[in-house]
């Protein structure tokens, strides 16, 4: 069965430090994988998605980027890190149609 | 663009009583997702309708996609403390094919 897992579960930065989340998929090829974002318990917001290795497509001008290394492997970073920054972290796999969600990364930002 | 809209945006009640949510949008959907999210961790799928008028139990839960593909609906019945969370309705956008999300409906029971 194909499990999703997020690297940390909580970050406290302080605000121009970088950043770098890691998300990783087992039990499945050439996976969708998805980035987004969730502020305040509500609302999902896609940040980033990618149909395979070094394929990047960005949702929404802002202050993140993100790369896929390997197949089953997705990255959030940042150089610089703003308050705004601070938010649930979500990665996902699976067709656009379903997707499936990690556990999350609560970051904040000081 | 394409929007989903949920309501009640929460809602509060007694262990034991039944639950009813739902979603519609002004545009048509070929699938509807529902999802619950418990505190602090990520969403969880509990349902997939993929057809008008399909009516779809898991468990306690039931959703149906509503026969003119606008809107659908989440039924729990015999609430327990531990359906307490964010519900969500989603669905893929006919233009770009990405998950559309409504804002949630947040249910708390007291026991």
């Known amino acids: 069965s194909q499990t999703i897992h997020q690297w940390p579960a909580t970050l406290v930065q302080p605000v121009g430090s970088p950043l770098s989340l890691e998300c990783t998929v087992e039990g499945t090829s050439n996976p969708n994988l998805y980035w987004y974002r969730q502020a305040a318990g509500r609302g999902l917001q896609l940040l980033f998605y990618?149909?395979?290795?070094?394929?990047i497509s960005s949702e929404v001008p802002q202050n993140l980027s993100a790369s896929r290394p390997q197949d089953r492997q997705f990255i959030l970073s940042s150089k610089k890190l703003l308050l705004s920054d601070s938010g649930f972290y979500l990665c996902a796999w699976g067709p656009p149609s379903e997707q499936y969600f990690g556990p999350g990364t609560r970051l904040t930002v000081t | 663009g394409q929007q989903l809209n949920q309501s009640p945006q929460s809602m509060f009640i007694q262990e034991g009583e039944d639950v009813s949510m739902n979603c519609t949008s002004s545009s048509i959907f070929n699938t509807w997702l529902w999802y619950k999210q418990d505190p602090g961790e990520g969403p969880v799928l509990l349902i997939a309708l993929y057809k008008a008028g399909e009516l779809t139990s898991n468990g306690r839960l039931t959703a149906q996609f509503g026969i003119t593909r606008k809107d659908s609906f989440l039924n729990i019945s015999a609430s327990i403390p531990s359906d307490v969370g964010i519900y969500f309705c989603a669905g893929p956008s006919s233009n770009t094919g990405k998950l559309i999300f409504g804002q949630g409906t947040t249910l708390q029971v007291k026991p």
């Open positions: 990618s149909v395979g290795i070094g394929q």
